[in-house]
């Protein structure tokens, strides 16, 4: 077995294409990021570097690590990946037999930074969704259907998968629609007039034959639509009407959410009909209405 770090090294690299088989821009990066923990080390014990000095290493060696990418400003997801390298390089040594160090997996990959949702203002909304039944296509039915999709996501919550999983047995018929989630969790949600009514003009209006089985929204081909065309309608809507980036049909579900809490609703009853196993899932609601409310305080108040 070879004992000179760089062969070890050189393995490592094989191991990561071949049996790894990492796209060559991932690849690169973990290569990137152990030289740099090879350059930090260098300086930090004073001399070359070898296998025992690895083997030997301390938590606060790898803690100095990152610390130090941290000060020449490296983000959190960029210092989750430099350490996931690390560790790669440690796993193979491990599996190879050549050394094993007991200090790297007591090493927490940093946190990061958690993403707010971004929806929409209760006025755009609206607007996007009014607008989704309008003529963005040449057939109505395809409209009477993307104003029912997008009713879905706004006034029920539901995920895109959600709705357009949907068949005909399981449409909205009363006052809730029961939604098959993630997990296979079911839930219940309030199905508002406003959807009763666009989806029996949809019905009327759909040239493919129901049935139980059926789907409940069918594409321009027969077949079940499919996400990527409400991703499109989605963006034929916000270039019409100036919307950000930002505006997606994920971003419906959001704006339900939030919405709901700006009204009063409670976290509990939000986190039920969102289907989010967790209520620390929906407190990131509160986040982002704390937010805004901060944001709305520094621009109206006179001596922020």
């Not at 006052?175 to 989630?181: A, M, Q, Y």
Request: glycine share 6%.
């Amino acid at each position: 077995m070879p004992q000179n770090l760089s062969e070890h090294i050189d393995i490592w690299k094989n191991w990561l294409l071949h049996e790894k088989k990492m796209s060559p821009h991932t690849q690169a990066a973990y290569e990137r990021d152990f030289e740099a923990f090879e350059e930090f080390l260098v300086t930090h014990l004073g001399k070359a570097l070898t296998l025992t000095d690895l083997a030997n290493l301390k938590a606060a060696d790898f803690r100095a690590f990152l610390a130090q990418r941290q000060k020449e400003g490296l983000s959190a997801s960029s210092l989750a990946r430099t350490l996931s390298s690390v560790k790669s390089f440690f796993k193979k040594q491990e599996r190879d037999g050549v050394f094993h160090n007991p200090y790297l997996s007591a090493i927490r990959t940093p946190k990061k930074p958690e993403r707010l949702p971004r929806p929409l203002s209760p006025k755009d909304a609206e607007k996007l969704v009014h607008t989704a039944g309008t003529a963005l296509t040449k057939s109505s039915w395809m409209q009477d259907r993307d104003l029912c999709v997008f009713l879905l996501l706004y006034g029920c919550g539901l995920r895109i998968n959600e709705a357009l999983s949907l068949n005909f047995g399981n449409r909205p018929k009363g006052e809730v629609l029961k939604v098959l989630g993630k997990g296979s969790k079911e839930r219940l949600v309030p199905v508002l007039p406003i959807i009763h009514g666009a989806l029996e003009t949809y019905l009327q209006n759909c040239p493919y034959p129901f049935s139980d089985d059926a789907p409940l929204f069918f594409g321009k081909q027969g077949r079940r639509l499919n996400a990527r065309t409400v991703q499109q309608k989605m963006q034929d809507l916000r270039r019409k009407l100036g919307l950000p980036e930002s505006a997606t049909p994920h971003a419906l579900r959001h704006s339900f959410a939030t919405h709901l809490l700006s009204a009063g609703g409670d976290l509990r009853t939000i986190q039920e009909l969102l289907g989010h196993a967790s209520l620390s899932s929906t407190q990131v609601y509160t986040d982002l209405e704390t937010r805004q409310l901060l944001e709305t305080y520094k621009k109206a108040h006179p001596k922020s």
